[in-house]
């Protein structure tokens, strides 16, 4: 069975911190995803890298980073919280587009 | 612009009927179609999938049928049963560009005892 961990399962910051996400897969899964579930908007991609040290934006990018080193690990960045980021973070990872993504249980992020 | 639409956001149901959730996309380069099922607190969980060479794919009591000029699709559960009750989502993929999934704005189904 896969298994895509999620370091955190709820986390609560301040506005202006610096905030890690932390994602690893088992599966050595090439493609690794990092959504944001907001209720009404359903799930919307941020970043999602193919291969190791490669990234691409998605269609909310904007105030988030990510980074990944190793194939097993994605890591979401927020350079600067605020409020508007508070939500429910979704990492997620697959080895070929025609294959279901395989999703962890979420991270609830509020930004204080 | 909503590339993947899901036009009701709730959905009530006896238990023992059917479910039938819908799903309407705009993209005709979309090839791959799926359905995921997402209990509170917890991560989506992948249901089951549809390629557009198919019309329709089974798996218990989930049936997936995808009607390729109207660009539209469907899920339905039989019978329902209350674990059932969950929010739905479904999303597509064009496989032969990018890795990205493009969702729904799901479904919540409640299934009534």
């Known amino acids: 069975d896969v298994k895509v961990t999620q370091s955190s399962r709820y986390l609560v910051k301040r506005t202006g911190e610096k905030v890690f996400l932390e994602c690893v897969q088992d599966?050595?899964?090439?493609?690794m995803f990092w959504y944001r579930q907001d209720p009404g908007l359903g799930l919307r991609l941020i970043y999602f890298s193919y291969d190791v040290k490669m990234k691409e934006k998605g269609d909310i990018p904007e105030g988030y980073s990510v980074s990944r080193e190793k194939k097993e690990r994605f890591s979401l960045i927020l350079e600067s919280a605020s409020t508007n980021q508070t939500s429910m973070y979704l990492c997620a990872s697959h080895r070929h587009s025609n294959q279901p993504q395989h999703f962890g249980d979420g991270t609830r992020l509020s930004i204080l | 612009d909503q590339q993947v639409k899901q036009n009701s956001p709730s959905l009530s149901v006896q238990e023992g009927r059917i479910s039938i959730l819908n799903c309407d996309y705009t993209?005709?380069?979309?090839?791959?179609f799926l359905w995921y099922k997402k209990y509170p607190a917890e991560g989506p969980t992948f249901l089951i999938s549809i390629s557009s060479i198919k019309d329709k794919n089974e798996d218990g009591r989930f049936t997936v049928f995808l009607n390729k000029s109207a660009k539209h699709l469907s899920l339905h559960i039989v019978p329902s049963q209350p674990g059932d009750s969950a929010v739905y989502f479904c999303?597509?993929?064009?496989?032969?560009?990018?890795?990205?999934?493009?969702f729904g704005t799901g479904t919540r189904l409640k299934v009534l005892a």
């Open positions: 599966m050595d899964h090439e493609n």
């Open positions: 993209n005709s380069m979309f090839d791959y």
């Open positions: 999303a597509a993929s064009d496989t032969s560009g990018t890795y990205k999934y493009i």
